[in-house]
């Protein structure tokens, strides 16, 4: 079976930064893209950025020149450096990563159990 296991949320101040980590684990043949989703309270979920398997990243338009989205494949981890935090950066974030099993055909979707992120003085 596989494993998403995120680490690093907490409470922070804003203007303050968190470093977000997510190891995938388990029969892995391959990884393509791993990500970071989040829900804020009432809120849908959705999109924080993206770290595609050839390298490229995606970002959603309200994170863009604050957070960084970074991978060590060696090492089947994503991370999330989150400078200059909001309030309205309150939320569970989600890991994400599509991959294949050792017994699979195909790529998936996974998903981390999510780590509550606070900003707030």
């Known amino acids: 079976q596989v494993q998403l296991v995120e680490s690093g949320g907490g409470l922070v101040q804003p203007g303050g930064s968190l470093k977000l980590s997510c190891a995938a684990s388990g029969s892995i043949f391959s990884i393509n893209d791993m990500g970071w989703y989040r829900q804020a309270p009432g809120k849908e979920r959705e999109l924080v950025a993206t770290?595609?398997?050839?390298?490229?990243?995606n970002y959603a338009d309200s994170v863009k020149g604050r957070f960084t989205i970074s991978r060590d494949n060696a090492k089947n981890t994503v991370y999330l450096q989150m400078n200059s935090l909001k309030p309205e950066d309150t939320a569970v974030y989600y890991c994400n990563a599509h991959l294949r099993t050792w017994s699979q055909e195909a790529f998936y979707a996974y998903w981390g159990q999510g780590t509550q992120v606070t900003v707030s003085s």
């Open positions: 770290s595609f398997s050839g390298g490229s990243t």
